[in-house]
């Protein structure tokens, strides 16, 4: 059982920056994938950006490709998302989540996350 806790959420005008942080309780954080999903009003949770257990590699919805970094610092138990170029489209809850089961490349799908945040409130005003 993990338990993750984001923060780093605000308001922010469009193209300005935020950056996101996931802080999990477990003393195993590398043997979880993490990812980042975010869910706006009235729309399905979608996958923002995804990275393995050793930060090798990454996944990012073609939205926010270019813009958006996932990092991670295992020995800070703690995984972040650095969102630059910020625009309305952008504004949802982010969550992050963790996977525990080995795979092979990182997933985007939502139901194969075993365990999530509260999430924390993004808005980008135009």
């Known amino acids: 059982q993990v338990q993750l806790v984001e923060s780093g959420g605000g308001l922010v005008q469009a193209g300005g920056s935020l950056r996101l942080s996931c802080a999990a309780s477990a003393r195993t954080f590398i043997i979880y994938t993490m990812g980042w999903f975010r869910q706006a009003p009235g729309k399905e949770r979608e996958f923002v950006a995804g990275?393995?257990?050793?930060?090798?590699?990454?996944l990012y919805a073609d939205s926010v490709k270019g813009r958006f970094t996932i990092a991670r610092d295992n020995a800070k138990n703690t995984a972040y998302l650095q969102m630059n170029s910020l625009k309305p489209e952008d504004t949802a809850v982010y969550y992050c989540?963790?996977?525990?089961?080995?795979?092979?490349?990182?997933?985007?799908?939502?139901?194969?996350?075993?365990?999530w945040g509260q999430g924390t409130q993004v808005t980008v005003s135009s």
């Open positions: 989540a963790a996977d525990r089961t080995l795979r092979g490349p990182v997933s985007s799908t939502t139901s194969l996350y075993d365990y």
């Open positions: 990275i393995s257990r050793t930060g090798g590699s990454t």
